[in-house]
Structure formats: structure tokens, C-alpha cells
């Protein structure tokens, strides 16, 4: 009898258990846990490059010349500190962060360009970012009108999120997102 009562007390241990473990699997997969994917950067997160790359230098002079032909308004380094919402893949990238010059409102458009080692790694981080800023946890990091563009110029990624709320010279500033927009090849971003 002891040993039916002892047998009986492992078979329901071993149930609970596997009931645990069962439920913790489904309340990760519920959660959008996806372990395949890259972990989350640790260590210090860089910040501007000091000197740009010449891709990226490259890259600011061409948008800069569309920025002052298609929008009337010019591209200048950042002196502020600047960083968005970004996914695992460009957080340890080289980037440098420009604002176009709208006269009215001279701190409200940024742009990120990201530079990487290739073109095709390029367009790898274009593909997961685009997805990022498509999801939930990106789109909850911005105001609810923002309007995102992302794009690839050879081994660098180009990128701007403006809210239209956010800014008093809204026809200036739609004109720099539209030429930004227009620039280089798009990565479509849509949640």
C-alpha cells in the first residue's frame, strides 16, 4: 500500500510539473518570444560616429543636394544628442544623425543613416528594421500620427520617423519626408 501511495504521489508531481512547464511554454509563445532571433545588445551603445564614413559622408552630401531640390530646405549634422526606438540590428551600428534645416521648426526632423560593410548586409538590416518599425513594440515608442521611411543607398541605411503633430511647419517638413522618402531604394514600412 505504501508503495502504490508513493508511485501515485511521483505520478502527480511528474503531472504538475509537466503542466508547469506546458504553461510557460504557451504564455512565451503568446508573448511574441521568438528565440531564433537575435538577443537584445548589451554593453554601452554607441553614439555618433566623430567622422563620417565615406559611404555615409556620401550618402549626406546626395541627400542633402535632393533635400535642397525637391524641398527647398538643406541637411545639417545633428549637434544633439538623438536616438530612436531601433532593433537589435543597428543598435551596434556606425551611424551619424543629420536634421534638415526647416525654417520655422529647426529641431523637429531627424534622419539616421546607418552604415554596415556591405550592401547586402545592408539590405538584411533593412529587412529586419522594416519589420521592427511595422510591430507593436516599435509603433508604441512613437506618436500615434508617425509617419516612417526607411531606405538603402548602397552600404547605408537611411531612416527618419516624423510625426506631423509634432511640428509647426508641416508643409515644409512633409516636403523633406516626401524627397527623403524618394531616396535611394525604398524598404517598404507598414504595420
Same mark, same amino acid.
Given at each position: 500500500?505504501?508503495?502504490?501511495?508513493? +508511485?501515485?504521489?511521483?505520478?502527480?508531481?511528474?503531472?504538475?510539473?509537466?503542466?508547469?512547464?506546458? !504553461?510557460? #511554454?504557451? #504564455?512565451?509563445?503568446?508573448?511574441?518570444?521568438?528565440?531564433?532571433?537575435?538577443? /537584445?545588445?548589451?554593453?554601452?551603445?554607441?553614439?555618433?560616429?566623430?567622422?563620417?564614413t565615406p559611404?555615409? %559622408?556620401?550618402?549626406?552630401?546626395?541627400?542633402? %543636394?535632393?533635400?535642397? %531640390?525637391?524641398?527647398?530646405?538643406?541637411?545639417?549634422?545633428?549637434?544633439?544628442?538623438?536616438?530612436? %526606438?531601433?532593433?537589435?540590428?543597428?543598435?551596434?551600428?556606425?551611424?551619424?544623425?543629420?536634421?534638415?534645416?526647416?525654417?520655422?521648426?529647426?529641431?523637429?526632423?531627424?534622419?539616421?543613416?546607418?552604415?554596415?560593410?556591405?550592401?547586402?548586409? /545592408?539590405?538584411?538590416?533593412?529587412?529586419?528594421?522594416?519589420?521592427?518599425?511595422? +510591430?507593436?513594440?516599435?509603433? #508604441? @515608442?512613437?506618436?500615434?500620427?508617425?509617419?516612417?521611411?526607411? +531606405?538603402q543607398v548602397?552600404?547605408?541605411?537611411?531612416? !527618419?520617423?516624423? +510625426?506631423?503633430?509634432?511640428t509647426s511647419?508641416?508643409?515644409?517638413? @512633409?516636403?523633406?519626408?516626401?524627397?527623403?522618402? /524618394?531616396?535611394?531604394?525604398?524598404?517598404?514600412?507598414?504595420?
Amino acid at each position: 500500500m505504501r508503495r502504490r501511495l508513493s +508511485s501515485a504521489c511521483a505520478a502527480r508531481t511528474r503531472t504538475r510539473h509537466f503542466g508547469t512547464l506546458l !504553461i510557460t #511554454v504557451l #504564455v512565451l509563445a503568446g508573448c511574441g518570444l521568438n528565440l531564433a532571433e537575435t538577443p /537584445a545588445p548589451t554593453g554601452p551603445l554607441p553614439t555618433a560616429l566623430g567622422s563620417l564614413t565615406p559611404a555615409i %559622408a556620401e550618402t549626406h552630401a546626395a541627400l542633402d %543636394a535632393a533635400l535642397r %531640390a525637391g524641398a527647398r530646405v538643406g541637411l545639417e549634422d545633428a549637434l544633439e544628442a538623438y536616438r530612436p %526606438a531601433e532593433p537589435p540590428v543597428l543598435v551596434f551600428a556606425p551611424r551619424a544623425v543629420f536634421k534638415v534645416r526647416l525654417p520655422d521648426d529647426p529641431d523637429r526632423v531627424y534622419v539616421v543613416a546607418y552604415g554596415f560593410p556591405n550592401a547586402a548586409a /545592408a539590405a538584411e538590416a533593412g529587412r529586419l528594421a522594416a519589420r521592427f518599425y511595422a +510591430s507593436g513594440p516599435a509603433l #508604441v @515608442q512613437f506618436p500615434a500620427d508617425t509617419r516612417f521611411a526607411l +531606405s538603402q543607398v548602397g552600404e547605408v541605411l537611411v531612416f !527618419i520617423a516624423w +510625426s506631423p503633430g509634432s511640428t509647426s511647419d508641416q508643409v515644409t517638413a @512633409q516636403g523633406a519626408f516626401d524627397v527623403i522618402r /524618394a531616396f535611394g531604394e525604398a524598404i517598404a514600412v507598414s504595420p
